[in-house]
C-alpha cells in the first residue's frame, strides 16, 4: 500500500518561511505528477503547485515567486520551499501524487502564519 508523508508545517510569523516535505512509498516517484494542495477552514482544497513527470513546474497565481516545488528521485521525497508567508497562506497542506493509474493522498500538515 502506497504511503504518502508529509512534514515540516508549523507555526510562522509573516514573512517567514517553511520547508514542507513529502516521503512516498511509491517505486519510482518520476512516474507520477506531483502536486501541493492546501484547504483552508471554511474553503475548498486548490492547487498551489505541481512538477510535471519532466520536472515542468506550475504554480497557482497566489503563490509565484513565493514558492518552489521540487524533488529527489532518489529520496522519493517531494518538496514545497515556502517564503515570505502570508497570514493567508494558513491552510492544511496536502501532498498527491497521481498518473494515469493511481492517485495517491498525504494525511497534510498544518502551517499557520500568525503573529
Known amino acids: 500500500q502506497v504511503r504518502l508523508v508529509e512534514s515540516g508545517g508549523g507555526l510562522v510569523q509573516p514573512g517567514g518561511s517553511l520547508r514542507l516535505s513529502c516521503v512516498a512509498s511509491?517505486?519510482?516517484?518520476?512516474?507520477?505528477?506531483a502536486t501541493w494542495y492546501r484547504q483552508a477552514p471554511g474553503k475548498q482544497r486548490e492547487s498551489v503547485a505541481g512538477i510535471t513527470f519532466g520536472g515542468n513546474r506550475n504554480y497557482a497565481d497566489s503563490v509565484k515567486g513565493r514558492f518552489t516545488i521540487s524533488r529527489d528521485i532518489a529520496k522519493k521525497t517531494v518538496y514545497l520551499e515556502m517564503i515570505s508567508l502570508k497570514p493567508e497562506d494558513t491552510a492544511v497542506y496536502y501532498c498527491?501524487?497521481?498518473?494515469?493509474?493511481?492517485?495517491?493522498w498525504g494525511q497534510g500538515t498544518q502551517v499557520t502564519v500568525s503573529s
Open positions: 498527491n501524487l497521481r498518473n494515469s493509474e493511481n492517485a495517491y
Open positions: 511509491v517505486s519510482n516517484l518520476a512516474v507520477y505528477i
